[in-house]
């Protein structure tokens, strides 16, 4: 057969991301706030888009028909009422007597004070308004404020309180140098034994432990500013790692103390902060806010329900689009309020196509999940992205952003919806499979209940989850889980609880 160019006409369908769709996908894995931010962008853009407020139509309502009240500003309620009271001195003398023997408070007082005459005195802002309290409220210095004011008054040379301000900003949350000398040094073009000069100065500011290289010189510095800094002392913060490891047996001997005076030492450590910065932390605290509500109804069913005050409500504003699109002749100006009105329409689908994708996704969890809503952790179950993305018909992606940043309030308390989706592990019983955060779960319970004469290693703990439940976990998955809820090892707890039997 030769071989030449042809045509061929080939019909079939596929999926184009268009600019639009990618924005709908986009803002399935925003969260509350992130979304929120979006929409007021939106607004400001689009002069068809506007925000439905609550309760509008019904202040419209019940404003019909009645009369505005008359509005009286604070200062003009002030003067007004003012005028009406007769001064003390008036009286007084209509009783024929001093203000003494009326008014005992009022001597010397009946003066007219600055808050009749001046509208900016007494708290009164210009115009007679009263100020917004929340103007006055001091905000909270940075840590970097804060040591900047007291190295002006500690460094007097100019050329020491560069290095402050450069040995500031190498500080990092804690409080802590984040470089060493040398490097400092040599980036500011002198001598290290300058730079310790500086750094043995500052590290008398407030709060104390600052400008520190390590925990052990933090809370020297904190003992030093107590006056408790004894050899002994030294001795201790010199074996910190004993500390961490619990070898008390060999850190009293290292340190030279009995065990009172060790015991006595170790309570002056835990009442230092080893973490000075973050005192400064100024940081706004977001509270989580549940976007699904998960509740009982009264026929024993699961109510679920999206949370309406974090949702967004758009709507667009046709009669504009109508009354604008009439008047106007310019080309562009109608190409304009078309892309505003197909703006407009998009956003208001896709929030709505949102939020029954979040309630739908919602919905699937508590059906798969109705055991651990009633019983706790110990009966959650296994489940993948997979597994609800079947059961509701999506994809496994939409599935995964639609679970990002999203957070729902049950009887168990509020969860991130990531945290239903957890691993299987097998069972030697031939039953369901047991979900990982369940196992994480029962093994913290094991830790928490051993006694204190019989340390539990990982592989009895192995051992102990197949005998009880059927459970095929290995011991490097039992240390894992282990690990990941901060829990130390059997030798570190037999340590710390004979530490601890030992104390009392």
């Given at each position: 057969m030769a071989l030449g160019p042809r045509l061929e006409f080939r019909q079939a369908q596929s999926l184009t991301l268009t600019p639009q769709l990618m924005q709908s996908i986009r803002l399935l894995q925003l969260g509350h706030l992130e979304l929120n931010v979006f929409v007021e962008t939106e607004l400001l853009r689009n002069p068809l888009l506007e925000r439905q407020e609550g309760g509008e139509t019904l202040e419209a309502e019940a404003g019909e028909g009645v009369e505005p009240a008359v509005e009286l500003s604070a200062y003009e309620d002030t003067v007004d009422h003012g005028d009406r009271i007769q001064s003390?001195?008036?009286?007084?003398?209509?009783?024929?007597?001093?203000?003494?023997?009326?008014?005992?408070?009022?001597?010397?007082?009946?003066?007219?004070?600055?808050?009749?005459?001046?509208?900016?005195?007494?708290?009164?802002?210009?115009?007679?308004?009263?100020?917004?309290?929340?103007?006055?409220?001091?905000?909270?210095?940075?840590?970097?404020?804060?040591?900047?004011?007291?190295?002006?008054h500690i460094l007097k040379d100019p050329a020491e309180r560069l290095i402050g301000r450069y040995l500031i900003d190498t500080l990092n949350e804690a409080g802590y140098l984040s470089s060493d000398v040398a490097s400092i040094a040599e980036a500011l073009g002198t001598a290290t034994e300058t730079i310790e000069a500086v750094l043995a100065r500052v590290q008398g500011c407030d709060p104390v432990g600052v400008f520190a290289r390590d925990v052990a010189e933090c809370l020297a510095i904190q003992l030093r500013e107590k006056d408790r800094l004894d050899p002994m002392m030294a001795k201790l913060l010199a074996n910190l790692d004993l500390l961490a490891a619990h070898e008390m047996v060999a850190l009293a001997r290292a340190v030279g103390a009995d065990r009172e005076d060790l015991a006595d030492m170790l309570a002056e450590l835990r009442a230092l902060d080893p973490r000075p910065g973050l005192a400064f932390d100024g940081g706004p605290i977001v509270p989580v806010v549940p976007d699904v509500f998960i509740r009982k109804a009264p026929g024993g069913d699961w109510a679920i329900e999206l949370n309406a005050e974090i949702l967004p409500r758009v709507l667009v504003n046709r009669t504009y689009y109508a009354t604008v699109s009439k008047k106007t002749r310019d080309p562009g100006e109608k190409s304009f309020?078309?892309?505003?009105?197909?703006?407009?329409?998009?956003?208001?689908?896709?929030?709505?196509?949102?939020?029954?994708?979040?309630?739908?996704?919602?919905?699937?969890?508590?059906?798969?999940?109705?055991?651990?809503?009633?019983?706790?952790?110990?009966?959650?179950?296994?489940?993948?992205?997979?597994?609800?993305?079947?059961?509701?018909?999506?994809?496994?992606?939409?599935?995964?952003?639609?679970?990002?940043?999203?957070?729902?309030?049950?009887?168990?308390?509020?969860?991130?919806?990531k945290y239903f989706f957890t691993t299987a592990l097998g069972s030697s019983t031939g039953e369901a499979e047991h979900s990982a955060e369940a196992v994480r779960h029962r093994i913290k319970q094991i830790i928490d209940a051993e006694a204190t004469a019989e340390i539990l290693s990982d592989d009895t703990i192995a051992e102990m989850l197949q005998k009880e439940q059927g459970i095929e976990v290995a011991r490097r998955t039992v240390a894992k889980y282990r690990e990941g809820m901060n829990i130390p090892s059997s030798v570190i707890r037999r340590r710390q609880k004979r530490a601890l039997v030992g104390a009392r």
């Open positions: 003390a001195d008036s009286i007084a003398s209509g009783f024929d007597t001093e203000v003494e023997n009326v008014f005992p408070e009022q001597s010397g007082q009946d003066a007219p004070g600055p808050m009749l005459n001046d509208r900016s005195a007494g708290g009164l802002a210009e115009g007679g308004e009263v100020p917004n309290l929340d103007q006055f409220v001091a905000a909270r210095p940075s840590l970097s404020d804060h040591l900047a004011d007291q190295i002006g309020l078309t892309d505003c009105l197909a703006t407009a329409n998009w956003l208001t689908k896709s929030l709505d196509q949102r939020a029954q994708t979040i309630l739908k996704v919602a919905t699937e969890i508590t059906r798969q999940q109705d055991g651990f809503l009633l019983h706790g952790v110990s009966r959650l179950r296994p489940m993948t992205l997979k597994t609800v993305a079947d059961a509701i018909d999506m994809h496994e992606s939409t599935v995964s952003r639609v679970t990002s940043n999203k957070y729902v309030s049950t009887p168990r308390g509020l969860f991130e919806m």
